[in-house]
């Protein structure tokens, strides 16, 4: 972040929502997060509760009610509300690519698709 906003004295020990606060206000710039598979942390028995409950106190800070988010897109399996106790993340719109008729053009396989790689199972590890 330093070497990208150089006018911006970051402090290292500062909790990395506060450095994008600093450098929104001094800048104005915002900032777009993409985080893949949000929900690995919950589907590994790697982790225990309470690191589960400081992840989700991690994407709260950093992305809920912060003037510098522009955009957060998010990938995973399970609902972001199923873990987000009370308001913690209640920021988000949810799209399941399931029965999302307004994006699905853009997400996943087209039946087609899907046909193609069942006629080919043999091509699969």
């Known amino acids: 972040m330093q070497e990208i906003f ?3 004295q970051i402090k290292n020990t500062n909790p990395i ?10 800048n104005g ?10 929900d690995y942390i919950f589907n590994n028995n790697l982790f225990s ?4 409950k400081e992840f989700l106190k991690f994407l709260r800070d950093l992305l ?10 998010m990938t995973g399996v399970l609902p972001i509300a199923k873990y987000s106790v009370g308001s913690a993340l209640n920021m988000f719109l949810e799209f399941n690519i399931m029965n999302d008729y307004v994006y699905d053009k853009y997400f996943g396989f ?12 043999t091509k699969f590890p």
């Open 6 to 8: 150089p006018n911006v």
């Open 110 to 121: 087209t039946n087609k698709e899907v046909e193609n790689l069942c006629k080919n199972k």
């Open 29 to 38: 710039q915002g900032f777009i997060f993409i985080i893949d598979e949000w």
């Open 17 to 26: 929502y506060k450095i994008f606060t600093q450098v929104y206000n001094q």
């Open 64 to 73: 809920k009610d912060k003037p510098y988010v522009e955009l957060a897109y």
């Open 49 to 52: 509760e309470s690191e589960r």
